[in-house]
Each structure stands twice: as structure tokens, then as C-alpha cells.
């Protein structure tokens, strides 16, 4: 169970950008199936070539963030529908995947995995003072995770990020005070998007190597970790949305965890991940978390208060006026 709270803190950082994308800017990026797989990618290619695993790290979280301005950029200067710029972007990432792990072998132009067992990574570190699996290990994977977090806090807090927001909210609206949506719509996609990379980075390291397949479904997984964490946490405040989304995460690999411990076959975990939205987004509307004292407010609509009785006025009571 340590380990399933650990990988679901590392793919907090995933949800973290699925938040922004998705609740922030109202945009529905499939980018990051292809994106977190770069991440993946450009770090193990770099830890295999002897590169130092921090830096490697930084440079596929930087992949992503290339990897979203493209979609942006074709969203915004070619006029392309959001959702086909996505998917468009995704699918020139798997052929760009395939070559960025071949330049880590010698005999290959292109590969589908490349293992990390035997190299220095982040965890390594962790590995050898026998932290990971345990509590000491998830309280120092927490900190890293919640200093993301907080950046995000700050980020969407300023001039800048509530400008972002405003262009999720009401677009026309911003734009006539002067902003650029195409500009702020371009930036939260990079940014989105190096979150993506940057925990795709972080997963082909705690698990020991990166494969062409790693991000398959993987929109549905950051859903699915927004979904479920603000209905059951809440999103009135942004320090609060955010919070959600990363227990959101932590709270889907535990449901994960505990499928496979009662016997459900690893193939069905697609299916489980599907319902669990299906569940996270009909629950609320069909006024089941409100009757949770300590849940109203939160998933779903607020039960509205119904409104007292007139009191008739007393008679004469016109005449007098």
C-alpha cells in the first residue's frame, strides 16, 4: 500500500497539469498521452548516456513543455479544433518517442523500452537508504509534491494566472480588456504539459525504465485524478482545487491497489478507471455526496435552501402607503 501512496504522489504532478488544462483553462488536451511518454523518454535516453539524472529531468520535463506550445500553437494560429490539436500532437510524439530512446543504442535508429535498472536516477538515493516503500520515502516524495503544488497556488494568483483563468472562464470577456488569449491559452498548454513530462520523467525512474506504451490512457488516468479528488475534496478555492487533485491521484492508485489485491484481472484496470469517472461525475448530480454533512459544498451543487413563506401583509396595510 506505501508503494501505491508513493507512485500516486509522482502522478500527482501529472494531475497537476491536467488540472490546469482541463478545470482552469476548459481545455481538453489528449497532449499529455504523448507527452508524459517524452518526459519518460528524454530522461531515460539521457541517464543511459551517463547524463546527471537531475538535469535529464529537467530536460524532458522541458520536452513537454515544447510538446504543448505545438498544440497550442496550432489551436491558436492554425485554427485547428483544441481536441484535433491534441490528438495531432500525440500521435507525432509516438514516432518522436520511438527516436529519442533509440539515440540511447547503438544498434537501433528507433526502440520501443529502455531499462534503467543498473543506473543512477533520483530514487536512486532513496533506493540505497532502503526509504522507498516506506513512510520516510513517501514523506520526502510529499514534499517535492507539495512544493509543485504551492508554485501552482502562486502561479494561478497573480496577474498572469488569473488572466488564465479568466480565458477559461469567459474568453470574449478577457479579450476585450486588452489580453491575449492565444498567448495565455499557448502558455498554459507548455506548462500543462512540462508537469506531464516532468512526471513521466519521474515514473520511468521510480520503476526502472521507460516504454513507447507508458502513456496509453493516460488522460483518463489525470481525470480520473481530478474527477474523483474534487468531488470528494472540493475545488472552492484554488488552494484547495489543487490540494484535491493530488490526494485525487494518491486516492486512485489506492482504489487500484486494492482491485488488484481482491483478484480483478490487470487488464480491467482501464475499465476500473472508467467507471470511477463515470461514478466521481454522476454521484454529485445525483445528490448522493450532499447528504454527506462533511461533503456538502463540495462535489456538487450546494442543496439549495428553500425560501420562507410570505407573511401576508395586514390589512390597511396598502391604504396607509
Known sequence: MIGAIELGLVYGVMALGVYLTFRVLNFPDLTVDGSFT????????????????????????AAGVVA?????????????????????TMIALWSINLRIMGTAKEDATVAANLPLLRA???????????????????????????VLKLAVDWFLSTNLGLAIQATGDNGPMIRSFGVS??????????ISNGFVALCGALVAQYQGFSDISMGIGLILVGLA?????????????????????V??????????FFAMRAGLDPNDMKLVTAVLVVLALLL????????????RGRGGRVARREPEPAVPAPAGAERGR
Do not use: E
Open 68 to 88: 504543448g506550445a505545438v498544440t497550442g500553437v496550432l489551436h491558436t494560429k492554425g485554427r485547428i479544433d483544441g481536441l484535433l490539436a491534441g490528438i495531432l
Open 120 to 146: 543512477d536516477t533520483l530514487f536512486t538515493p532513496l533506493r540505497d537508504a532502503d526509504l522507498l516503500g516506506t513512510w520516510g520515502g513517501v514523506a520526502i516524495i510529499l514534499v517535492g509534491v507539495v
Open 181 to 190: 488569449t492565444d498567448r495565455t491559452t499557448i502558455l498554459t498548454l507548455a
Open 247 to 256: 490526494l485525487g491521484a494518491v486516492l486512485y492508485r489506492l482504489i487500484i
Open 38 to 61: 517524452t518526459g519518460a523518454a528524454v530522461a531515460a535516453a539521457m541517464i543511459t548516456t551517463g547524463q546527471n539524472p537531475v538535469v535529464a529531468t529537467l530536460t524532458g520535463a
Open 225 to 245: 485524478s481530478v474527477i474523483l479528488g474534487q468531488a470528494v475534496f472540493g475545488q472552492r478555492f484554488i488552494w484547495l482545487a489543487s490540494l484535491a487533485v
Open 284 to 295: 454529485p448530480r445525483w445528490g448522493f455526496l450532499k447528504r454527506i454533512p462533511s461533503l
